[in-house]
C-alpha cells in the first residue's frame, strides 16, 4: 500500500515516477492539450521561487479565488512546498465574503484568473491588511502580479523545497455555511496525506485511468480525492469547460473515471430516461430487459450468489445493447462513478449501475479531510455510504437524533480536522470529549458495518401531530421527475408538508403548447389547473414510498431557480432553507389555506 505523510511527498514521488506521463488536460483553440507531470514540476519549482520572492515562507497563507484550471494546482502545490498553506474559494461568491475569508485567514497573496476578478478583490482590499499582491493567472512574464513573471522570477532565484512535518497545516477550506459566517475548516498535511492513502488501498486505479473534472476544487470532495488522490496514483485529469459541456467532453476524452455530486447523476439519470422513451418500441424492450436482468445479477452478487443464466444473458445484453448506452452518454472506457457531497437515490444509482458503470458512494465533510466511509470492491452495497476507511471508525450517537432507530454520526480518526481556524466555542461544540467529530448527519449502522446517512439533524423538524420529518430524502425523490428542476418541501410545526417547486420552465412551456394551455403570462401558467394537476401527479408519482405523513400536501411553482446568485445556494449547491423560507413567506402561508392531497401514492 503507498501510504503519504503529506502533500509534499505526494508531489515528489508522483512527479518523478510519472514524470513523461499526462496530467492536465485542457481545452484551447477546439483541441485538448495536455501538460506532463513533469512538466508541471517545473511549474511549481519555478512558482515556488517566485512566491518565496514575494515573502511567502512556511506558515504564511495563499489565498485562490478560480475555477478548476491547471493554474489552481500549480499555485497549491508551489504553497505545500514552501511550508504554507493553501486557501481556496470560488469565482461564484460575493466580493464580501472573499474579503471576509482573506481577512480572516490573514492571505498575504491571493491568486485570481483574470483582470475583472482582481478589480473586484481590489475594492475590498482595505478589509484585508495582510493581503499584498493579487496575482492573476493571465498576462504576461513582463507584468507585476502575473503567475508569468512569478514563474520567470523563481526559474532565475529558485527556492528550495521545504519538507512540512505531517502535523502542519496544509489549507484552510471555508465551510460555504448555509447560515452564519464561513468556518475555516483546518487541514493538516496528515489528514488530507491519509485520505489519499486510504484511497489506494481500496480503490485499484493507476497511470492508465483518465478522469472529467468538473467538482471545484475548492470543495475537499474534488481537492482531495479527485485532486490529490489522482495525482498520487499517476493518472489524469481533463478540465470540464463547464457543467453544461460535460457529455460533449466525455465523448471527447473518453474518462475511465467520473467524480460527480447527486445533482449531476440525476441529469445524467434524466437524460437517459429521456432517450430511452424516443427509442424505438422494440430496442427500447431489450433495453428494459437488459436493465431488468442486471438488477437480477446485482441482487444475486448481494447475497453472494450467482446464476450462470444470469451471467450469458448479461454478456450478450451488454454487447447488443449496454455498451452502446454507456459509449453514448459517458464514451467507451467509463468503468467507475464516485458520489459524494449528499446521498445519491438509489433509483439513480441502481439505474447507473445496470447500464455497466459501477457506482461507488462515499460520506464525508469537509471536517473530515473529506472521506469518512466509501464502497469499495472490497465491499459496496448501493444505498449506503459505504464502510469506514483504513485508519478510521465511526459510532452512532443514538441520544443525538428523535428516531430511536437512527443517530448522530460521530467520526473517528486520521480523518478528522485540526479544528475550526480562531473558533474555539465552535470547536467545543462538534469534538466529543475523546477526540470525535460530531457530522450534524443522522444515520445507523447495519450488521455488516455499511453506514446509511438519513438526514441532517439540523433540517429535521417536527409536524403539529410531533412527528419527525427529514426533508432531503422527499426533496431528492422529487428532483428525480425530469419536470424539475429545483424543490424545498417545509413542514416545521405545521399540520403537514408542503413544497417550493422550481419547474423547467421551457419544457414545462413546450408541452403546454401542445395541450394548448397559454403560455404567457408566465405565472399564469405556473398556476393552471391543468398544471397543477400534472405536477401533483408527478410528486406522487416520485413519493410513493414515502410515509404517508411526510407526503407533500400542497406546493407552489416558481420560475426563479435557486441559485449562488440570488443567495438560495450555497457555492456547493447546498440549499439555504431559511432564506428559501423568507423569499417564500406568504406563499408558504397560503399553501396552508386549503390543501388537496397529492393523487398517487397518497
Given amino acids: 500500500m503507498s501510504k503519504f505523510d503529506t502533500l509534499v511527498e505526494i508531489f515528489s514521488e508522483s512527479t518523478k515516477r ?126 507585476s502580479d502575473t503567475m508569468a513573471a512569478l514563474l520567470r522570477r523563481g526559474a532565475e532565484t529558485p527556492a528550495p523545497l521545504v519538507k ?17 459566517k464561513p468556518k475555516g475548516v483546518k487541514l493538516s498535511h496528515s489528514n488530507m496525506a491519509n485520505n489519499v492513502s486510504a484511497m489506494h488501498e481500496m480503490l485499484a486505479i493507476g497511470p492508465g485511468d483518465r478522469s472529467l473534472s468538473f467538482l471545484p476544487w475548492a470543495h475537499s470532495f474534488g481537492q482531495v480525492v479527485e485532486l490529490h488522490g489522482l495525482f498520487s496514483m499517476g493518472a489524469s485529469l481533463a478540465i470540464a469547460e463547464s457543467v453544461e459541456k460535460l457529455l460533449a467532453n466525455m465523448a ?50 448481494d447475497n453472494g450468489k450467482s446464476s450462470a443464466f444470469v451471467e450469458l444473458k448479461h454478456k450478450l445484453f451488454d454487447k447488443v445493447v449496454l455498451s452502446k448506452v454507456r459509449g453514448t452518454f ?73 428516531d430511536p432507530l437512527h443517530g448522530e454520526v460521530i467520526c473517528y480518526g486520521h480523518n478528522v480536522m485540526q479544528g475550526y481556524y480562531n473558533l474555539p466555542e465552535e470547536n467545543e461544540k462538534v469534538f466529543t470529549p475523546d477526540g470525535g467529530f460530531r457530522t450534524g448527519d443522522m444515520g445507523y449502522v447495519d450488521a455488516d458495518g455499511f453506514l446509511f446517512i438519513t438526514g441532517r439533524i439540523k433540517e429535521q423538524y417536527k409536524l403539529e401531530n410531533g412527528k419527525y420529518v427529514v426533508p432531503v430524502p422527499i426533496e431528492e425523490a422529487i428532483k428525480l421527475s425530469p419536470w424539475v428542476l429545483n424543490v424545498m418541501v417545509h413542514g416545521a410545526n405545521r399540520p403537514y408538508n408542503v413544497a417550493i417547486i422550481v419547474p423547467d420552465v421551457e419544457k414545462l412551456k413546450a408541452w403546454a403548447t401542445e395541450k394548448g394551455i397559454p403560455t404567457d403570462p408566465l405565472p399564469a401558467l405556473l398556476q393552471h389547473p391543468e398544471v397543477m394537476a400534472f405536477f401533483r401527479d408527478e410528486i406522487g408519482k416520485h413519493t410513493h414510498e414515502i410515509k404517508g405523513y411526510e407526503r407533500v400536501r400542497n406546493f407552489a411553482l416558481v420560475a426563479e431557480d435557486f441559485s449562488i446568485d440570488n443567495d438560495l445556494l450555497t457555492p456547493k449547491m447546498s440549499l439555504k432553507r431559511r432564506n428559501v423560507v423568507n423569499r417564500y413567506e406568504s406563499t408558504i402561508n397560503t399553501l396552508y389555506e386549503g390543501a388537496s392531497p397529492v393523487t398517487a401514492g397518497d
Fill in 252 to 301: 471527447e476524452i473518453a474518462p475511465s473515471l467520473v467524480f460527480s455530486v447527486p445533482r449531476v447523476f440525476n441529469k445524467l439519470y434524466a437524460g437517459l430516461n429521456k432517450k430511452m422513451e424516443a427509442m424505438p418500441p422494440m430496442r427500447r424492450k431489450l433495453l428494459v430487459a437488459a436493465m431488468a436482468n442486471a438488477s437480477e445479477r446485482r441482487a444475486l452478487h
Fill in 330 to 402: 459517458f464514451g467507451p472506457n467509463l468503468k467507475y462513478a464516485f458520489s459524494g457531497g449528499a446521498a445519491i437515490s438509489r433509483e439513480v444509482a441502481e439505474f447507473i449501475d445496470n447500464i455497466g458503470v459501477t457506482v461507488y458512494e462515499g460520506y464525508g465533510l469537509t471536517e473530515t479531510s473529506p472521506i469518512a466511509t466509501c464502497n469499495s470492491p472490497k465491499g459496496r452495497r448501493i444505498g449506503s455510504v459505504g464502510k469506514p476507511i483504513p485508519g478510521t471508525r465511526v459510532s452512532i450517537d443514538k441520544e443525538a437524533a428523535s
Fill in 164 to 180: 512540512p512535518d505531517k502535523s502542519d497545516l496544509a489549507g484552510l477550506i471555508y465551510t460555504s455555511g448555509t447560515t452564519g
Fill in 18 to 143: 510519472y514524470a513523461q506521463s499526462p496530467l492536465f488536460g485542457e481545452k484551447r483553440d477546439g483541441e485538448w492539450q495536455w501538460m506532463t507531470y513533469g512538466a508541471f514540476k517545473e511549474k511549481v519549482d519555478n512558482l515556488r521561487g517566485g512566491l518565496a520572492g514575494l515573502g511567502v515562507k512556511s506558515g504564511d497563507r495563499v489565498a485562490v479565488i478560480s475555477n478548476n484550471r491547471a493554474e489552481w494546482a500549480i499555485g497549491a502545490y508551489a504553497t505545500y512546498t514552501l511550508g504554507a498553506a493553501y486557501v481556496p474559494m470560488y469565482e461564484s461568491q460575493h466580493d464580501a465574503e472573499w474579503a471576509y475569508i482573506l481577512n480572516d485567514c490573514g492571505a498575504e497573496v491571493c491568486f485570481v484568473p483574470s483582470e475583472k476578478i482582481k478589480d473586484r478583490v481590489l475594492k475590498v482590499r482595505g478589509d484585508c491588511p495582510a493581503l499584498q499582491h493579487v496575482v492573476t493567472f493571465t498576462g504576461s512574464e513582463t507584468e
